[in-house]
């Protein structure tokens, strides 16, 4: 019976001890939920982008702020599904504060502004960014679709700073 005794207690040590190492080890991570309303615009984009799309974003925990996204390539349709075109490039959110969180935003879809019709499903890769976000790391899973004249791209995730 001692021996389970000290058997139990050398086990909730060594996890108590574990516990702490590795929070101590981890960067500061938070949940990431937020909504971002934007739309292809060609006023505003940083040079030498010419059009870009671009709006703002509302969260949880005080993640407000605008948005830029500049596209970097799109592919073709795999074949299996005619209708679903792969997207990417770089999203750069910018903060009250004026900290930015830049992201590798990747998704594909079948989203058709002139009808409305159609969504896109993705993921956001953080790489990084200023202020607050320096060194930030994370990701965001996304769902996309479009309302009248612009895109609503619901995301969800965790960004992980390396600064407190």
């Known amino acids: 019976m001692r021996s389970l005794r000290i058997a139990a207690i ?9 516990g702490t190492s590795l929070a101590n080890a981890s960067p500061r991570c938070e949940e990431v939920e937020a909504t971002i309303y934007d739309k292809v615009v060609d006023v ?5 982008t010419q059009v870009c799309v671009a ?16 596209l970097g390539s799109r592919g073709v349709a795999p ?5 679903q075109r792969p997207v990417s ?11 930015t969180l830049t992201a ?11 009808t409305g019709a159609g969504h896109a499903g993705g993921t956001q890769q953080f790489t ?10 994370g990701y965001a899973y996304l769902g996309q679709h479009w309302e009248v004249d612009h895109f609503v791209t ?9 600064k407190h």
């Open 89 to 99: 490039g770089a999203l750069t959110y910018t903060f009250k504060d004026g900290a």
């Open 104 to 114: 590798l935003e990747t998704s594909i879809g079948n989203v058709d502004t002139t």
């Open 44 to 48: 505003g984009c940083p040079p030498p």
């Open 128 to 137: 990084g960014g200023t202020g607050r976000y320096e060194g930030a790391t």
């Open 10 to 18: 050398a086990i909730a040590c060594a996890g108590v001890i574990a």
């Open 55 to 70: 709006g703002f974003v509302r969260g949880k925990h005080g993640f407000d702020g605008t948005t830029v996204f500049i």
């Open 79 to 83: 074949a299996t599904a005619p209708d």
């Open 154 to 162: 619901q995301i969800k995730g965790e960004v992980c700073r390396s």
